[in-house]
């Protein structure tokens, strides 16, 4: 991270720094393109839709949720930008520790999760080991950076929450993790343990995992999400197969060694770009088209990570639990 990479990055930083001001609660899941904080969703009932996708909505209601990854991929980016070569600052680390402080409570509530569901809050279980990478990525600010932090309770509330995620997040009789600990249905974000450090790829529950993944969710050979027929998304049953968690799948391969698997699904992905090289959120294979939101950012990220992960040792998926 050099130039203007960190410069950018110190600007968002210091966003972040203001925007939070010492009270994480106060951090959203999302903003609208000028800053703004309030996003109220309604439905415009009398629009059909492109192609009758109702509903028609305008603003977000999830910027109004409770997603406790997002305070575990906020720690994960400084803490990488620290790695990268963006100077330390003290405002920056006042921030990320008052992000642990609110952690160690906040971990253990029920929230909507990643994929911003419009249900009941569950314990989702990619939700609890971003609260990991969260405590984690601070144990690593104090051991790598040498900056101040009460590592003996950060240790402790890292290996709890470890602990819970292998008790009641994890199936024993399938040999698989799960969505959310009232179920034992698996979904797609359960492919980032690995890639953020939570649990080696080869270990047993992980490969488990990723098995019942493309038994259950692989369409095709690209991976669903979730089951719809289940959840409560606000949505109709039934969507596309969803690109980025299709990227996860291949970073997976890729890590468990069954690099052939991995390189003949990025290429599958790859094919499915438009004339301009851009995909969408989604993929229906019926169809055999884009769908959803375009251009993606999401999945142009999977796409770059991936071709990392696949071009040498040391990419993304192994140089983010660093």
Same mark, same amino acid.
């Given at each position: 991270?050099? %130039?203007?990479?960190?410069?950018?990055?110190?600007?968002?930083?210091?966003?972040?720094?203001?925007?939070?001001?010492?009270?994480?609660?106060?951090?959203?899941?999302?903003?609208?393109?000028?800053?703004?904080?309030?996003?109220?969703?309604?439905?415009?009932?009398?629009?059909?839709?492109?192609?009758?996708?109702?509903?028609?909505?305008?603003?977000?209601?999830?910027?109004?949720?409770?997603? !406790?990854?997002?305070?575990?991929?906020?720690?994960?980016?400084?803490?990488?930008? +620290?790695?990268?070569?963006?100077?330390?600052? @003290?405002?920056?680390? +006042?921030?990320?520790?008052?992000?642990?402080?609110?952690?160690?409570?906040?971990?253990? *509530?029920?929230?909507?999760?990643?994929?911003?569901?419009?249900?009941?809050?569950?314990?989702? @279980?990619?939700?609890?080991?971003?609260?990991?990478?969260?405590?984690?990525?601070?144990?690593?600010?104090? &051991?790598?950076? %040498?900056? &101040? =932090?009460?590592?003996?309770?950060?240790?402790?509330?890292?290996?709890?929450?470890?602990?819970?995620?292998?008790?009641?997040?994890?199936?024993?009789?399938?040999?698989?993790?799960?969505?959310?600990? &009232? @179920?034992?249905?698996?979904?797609?974000?359960?492919?980032? !343990?690995?890639?953020? =450090?939570?649990?080696?790829?080869?270990?047993?529950?992980?490969?488990? @995992?990723?098995?019942?993944?493309?038994?259950?969710?692989? *369409?095709?050979?690209?991976?669903? +999400?979730?089951?719809?027929?289940?959840?409560?998304? %606000?949505?109709?049953?039934?969507?596309?197969?969803?690109?980025?968690?299709?990227?996860?799948?291949?970073?997976? /391969?890729?890590?468990?060694?069954?690099?052939?698997?991995?390189?003949? /699904?990025?290429?599958? /992905?790859?094919?499915?770009?438009?004339?301009?090289?851009?995909?969408?959120?989604?993929?229906?294979?019926?169809?055999?088209?884009?769908? %959803?939101?375009?251009?993606?950012?999401?999945?142009?990220? =999977?796409?770059?990570?991936?071709?990392?992960?696949?071009? #040498?040792?040391?990419?993304?998926? *192994?140089? #983010?639990?660093?």
């Amino acid at each position: 991270m050099t %130039g203007g990479y960190t410069e950018e990055a110190g600007l968002w930083r210091n966003w972040l720094i203001n925007s939070v001001a010492g009270e994480p609660s106060k951090l959203q899941i999302m903003y609208g393109l000028a800053g703004e904080r309030r996003l109220s969703e309604f439905e415009l009932d009398w629009l059909p839709g492109y192609e009758n996708s109702t509903p028609v909505r305008i603003g977000n209601a999830a910027y109004n949720q409770f997603q !406790l990854d997002v305070y575990g991929e906020v720690m994960d980016a400084l803490h990488l930008a +620290r790695r990268s070569g963006l100077e330390s600052t @003290t405002a920056a680390w +006042r921030v990320q520790r008052a992000i642990v402080r609110y952690l160690q409570d906040a971990w253990q *509530q029920a929230d909507e999760g990643i994929w911003e569901v419009r249900g009941e809050r569950r314990h989702f @279980t990619h939700s609890k080991v971003m609260a990991w990478v969260g405590i984690d990525r601070a144990i690593k600010a104090v &051991e790598q950076f %040498g900056l &101040e =932090g009460d590592l003996a309770t950060w240790r402790r509330l890292r290996e709890t929450i470890r602990n819970e995620v292998y008790e009641r997040g994890f199936n024993q009789k399938h040999n698989t993790f799960v969505q959310h600990y &009232e @179920t034992s249905d698996v979904d797609a974000s359960l492919l980032m !343990l690995p890639l953020v =450090g939570f649990i080696s790829p080869h270990d047993p529950r992980m490969i488990g @995992t990723v098995a019942a993944i493309q038994d259950s969710l692989v *369409q095709d050979g690209l991976v669903k +999400r979730y089951h719809t027929e289940s959840a409560e998304d %606000g949505l109709p049953p039934g969507e596309g197969t969803f690109l980025l968690c299709s990227f996860w799948l291949a970073d997976n /391969l890729a890590l468990q060694g069954r690099l052939d698997e991995a390189r003949a /699904l990025f290429e599958q /992905l790859l094919r499915l770009r438009n004339d301009v090289g851009l995909l969408a959120e989604e993929y229906d294979p019926q169809a055999k088209r884009l769908i %959803g939101n375009f251009p993606q950012a999401f999945s142009h990220v =999977g796409l770059i990570n991936t071709a990392r992960n696949l071009d #040498r040792a040391g990419g993304p998926a *192994q140089d #983010r639990k660093q």
